[in-house]
């Protein structure tokens, strides 16, 4: 854009006087300033000048200003009056949102491969987004989108309007929703959600062979572009949450209801316990015992195990009747039983 700062005079060059002289004609002297001078005994005023300066406008359109001169002649006849126009063109609205987006991790609970640098599930994640007005026209209704729930297993908390850096913009919110509603050049404004870390998370990523929590967040705010109509501007950023690594675990545990001098045709309870101890669910559990006595071998149904809920409703069994369990999430735990009858071979091989 070409900007002009200067302004002239049309009829009057800025470097001379007007000097009345007989008659009534008007002579242009040169002089480097106006002054007030006397011919013929009469006394001509100081010309006046008057200059209306445009004020500032929008960005798209220009700085319009006129100046005036007036003078008189002498015996105040003759008026004489001239003027011109400056338009100074404004540059073109270059709207930018500068976004950045930072995760902070609060405490959370051991990993289970004992790392301290990867997230582990039930961690809460802070997500503290920062949208800067780097351009040079005020944007409004500031917003922000985050396509976190696409790669998340559970949901984003509320985007929860914060604190504005004021660098002179002269921004203004009225608070009553999450929008900021003018945001001016160089002001800056924040927003947080927070995100607790699932056991679905774990296990999707690292299937999917990333093992990040990945997502972007969008910022759009409306302007006023350089034709004058209505506009849209977008600014982005992504952050990415290092998982820990899938770390599959079961334990089990047996125990006879007695283990001393058993007698034939004694029955004889076992007690299966199954733990989850990794950190992701564990699908279609089932057992088999391979038990040295001579009779018929006791046969452990997972599919009608007591579950012990450590993890909130995350285990599941829907299918029954196939002798297994459907879904053990991380730290539930599995209770079954089966029996068994001395026989006389088992008494008589000891």
């Not at 608070?175 to 998370?201: F, I, K």
Request: proline letters at 4%; a negative charge.
């Amino acid at each position: 854009m070409n900007n002009r700062a200067t302004s002239h005079c049309a009829g009057l060059p800025a470097s001379k006087t007007a000097t009345a002289i007989s008659g009534g004609e008007t002579r242009m002297k040169p002089k480097s300033t106006f002054r007030k001078i006397t011919i013929n005994r009469l006394a001509v005023p100081l010309i006046a000048l008057g200059m209306a300066t445009g004020s500032v406008m929008p960005a798209w359109a220009t700085i319009d200003n006129t100046v005036t001169v007036t003078g008189s002649s002498p015996g105040n006849t003759d008026d004489v009056t001239a003027s011109d126009t400056e338009n100074v063109d404004v540059q073109d609205a270059a709207p930018v949102l500068t976004v950045t987006k930072v995760a902070t991790f609060g405490a959370g609970p051991a990993t289970a491969d004992g790392t301290t640098d990867n997230v582990a599930a039930g961690t809460v994640i802070t997500y503290t987004y920062t949208v800067t007005n780097s351009g040079n026209v005020g944007v409004t209704n500031v917003s922000l989108s985050d396509d976190h729930n696409t790669d998340a297993d559970g949901s984003l908390g509320t985007i929860t309007l914060g604190a504005l850096t004021d660098n002179g913009g002269g921004s203004s919110d009225d608070a009553a929703d999450n929008d900021y509603d003018y945001l001016g050049p160089g002001d800056m404004v924040t927003w947080t959600a927070t995100y607790t870390v699932t056991v679905g998370d774990i296990a999707a990523q690292s299937a999917d062979a990333d093992g990040n929590l990945d997502n972007t967040v969008t910022a759009s705010a409306g302007y006023t572009n350089s034709s004058g109509s209505p506009a849209t501007v977008t600014g982005t950023a992504s952050e990415e949450v290092d998982l820990e690594d899938a770390n599959p675990s079961l334990q089990v545990a047996k125990a006879a209801d007695d283990t001393t001098d058993v007698t034939v045709g004694q029955l004889i309870t076992y007690t299966y316990t199954v733990t989850n101890n990794g950190n992701v669910p564990i699908n279609n559990i089932s057992l088999s015992d391979a038990h040295g006595g001579t009779g018929t071998a006791p046969s452990p149904d997972a599919d009608g195990a007591t579950l012990t809920d450590n993890s909130g409703g995350q285990s599941t069994n829907s299918t029954t009747g196939d002798g297994k369990w459907d879904v053990l999430a991380p730290g539930d735990v599995l209770t079954m039983t089966a029996t068994y009858t001395v026989t006389q071979a088992d008494v008589d091989a000891q």
